[in-house]
């Protein structure tokens, strides 16, 4: 018996308080940090990316972020008056803003299910950087409610969306997303985000050896030459409740040499600093690269740590503030906010939080065991966002 072949032990049980939370106020020392626009952690790591999930629930039930042993219908979501208010979200953004925050990502969950989701859009397409620039406002989406809400959120001030999509046959598709939600749906989402303007967009798909990669050269087809950007991302080992294991990796070095084979690439350079995917575009007759024929992406989040660059933040849905995607600890900003903080309050504790990050699991992935670090099992992708 092969270790695929070997059963799989989920855990029935919820993950989510698994992280160590550590009240906000323990970082209100006598010593403050004011908002600067610039705000380094301990490896030179500049804060520039937000990550906000505004929602736990998904009304997709994927294998690898929210299976449904877990996430059944008994499972207790969190109620709504511990959720940040939109009000309290664009606050707590505003001060990450003022620290040198330039993009902010909304995720989930699926975002779309938080009812008014535009509303937070429109406030957060409202603020500026210290000098005066809009930010890039994205969200990234399973693409479920799409068609219906593109247009308005486009109105709302969202610049781009990212759509999860982990293949195009519709059998593959309903077995993955585990709802047996069709793929066409999703396709319509995605067109509907091209009209009213939502780009340019982005197309996210785990690949997970034996389960989806016969759908990467149709993807990569598919999309070549519409102006979507592909990408492609290694099934990783977030949290505890996907039952990960390292041989249902395909590695993105297997992904580009496939593609490449029928549809030849060449690479390109990053886009701007601490840029997770690595770039490849489509080639012409003569070997350049041809921008009308696009360009794909593969995040090797496994294969090839890029935790040297990496300048994202995530607040979770309840106000936690986590500063990797592995995170076993967070930080409760919302036990701040509820206490009646000061703005600049918030902006301190922000600032001696990140002052002090040296978050680096990718780099010392196979060192560590799955329970490591001080606060026990990792959190959850679907509580964090990707």
């Not at 008014?116 to 429109?122: D, F, G, H, I």
């Not at 390109?268 to 575009?281: D, F, I, K, N, V």
């Not at 740590?305 to 600890?329: I, P, V």
């Not at 930080?331 to 903080?341: K, N, P």
Request: hydrophobic share 40%; proline share 5%; net charge neutral.
């Amino acid at each position: 018996m092969t270790d695929r072949d070997t059963p799989r032990t989920v855990p029935l049980l919820d993950l989510r308080p698994r992280a160590l939370l550590v009240p906000g106020a323990a970082f209100l020392p006598e010593s403050r940090i004011a908002s600067s626009g610039r705000l380094i952690d301990t490896r030179g790591r500049p804060l520039r990316d937000l990550r906000i999930s505004v929602t736990d629930r998904c009304n997709f039930r994927c294998n690898y972020c929210m299976p449904k042993e877990i996430f059944d219908k008994d499972y207790a979501y969190l109620p709504h008056q511990a959720l940040l208010s939109f009000e309290e979200i664009t606050r707590i953004a505003k001060i990450f803003v003022a620290h040198g925050v330039q993009k902010i990502r909304l995720t989930g969950g699926e975002p779309l299910l938080r009812k008014n989701v535009e509303r937070l859009v429109e406030q957060l397409a409202a603020l500026r950087t210290p000098q005066g620039q809009a930010l890039d406002i994205t969200l990234t989406t399973n693409g479920s409610l799409l068609a219906r809400k593109a247009r308005d959120l486009k109105a709302a001030g969202l610049q781009r969306v990212t759509v999860s999509l982990d293949g195009l046959d519709d059998a593959v598709f309903r077995s993955m997303n585990d709802v047996d939600f069709p793929v066409a749906d999703v396709l319509a989402g995605i067109d509907a985000a091209q009209e009213a303007g939502l780009g340019p967009i982005k197309i996210n798909m785990v690949v997970k050896r034996g389960t989806n990669e016969h759908e990467i050269l149709p993807m990569a087809r598919r999309f070549r030459g519409s102006g979507i950007v592909l990408r492609f991302i290694e099934y990783m080992d977030v949290g505890a409740t996907n039952g990960w294991r390292m041989n249902e990796v395909l590695p993105s070095s297997e992904v580009v040499k496939l593609i490449h084979a029928e549809l030849p690439l060449v690479q390109l350079e990053p886009s701007h600093p601490g840029e997770t995917a690595a770039r490849w575009g489509y080639a012409d007759a003569s070997g350049q690269y041809d921008k009308a024929l696009g360009e794909i992406g593969v995040i090797s989040s496994v294969t090839q740590a890029f935790c040297g660059d990496c300048n994202r933040a995530r607040l979770s849905t309840e106000g936690k503030l986590f500063l990797c995607l592995f995170a076993t600890q967070g930080y409760d900003l919302r036990s701040l906010i509820r206490m009646d903080a000061s703005d600049a309050d918030l902006a301190s504790a922000i600032g001696h939080i990140w002052q002090g990050r040296d978050d680096r699991y990718s780099e010392l992935r196979s060192a560590l065991a799955p329970d490591a670090g001080p606060g026990g099992r990792r959190v959850e992708m679907s509580y964090i966002g990707g």
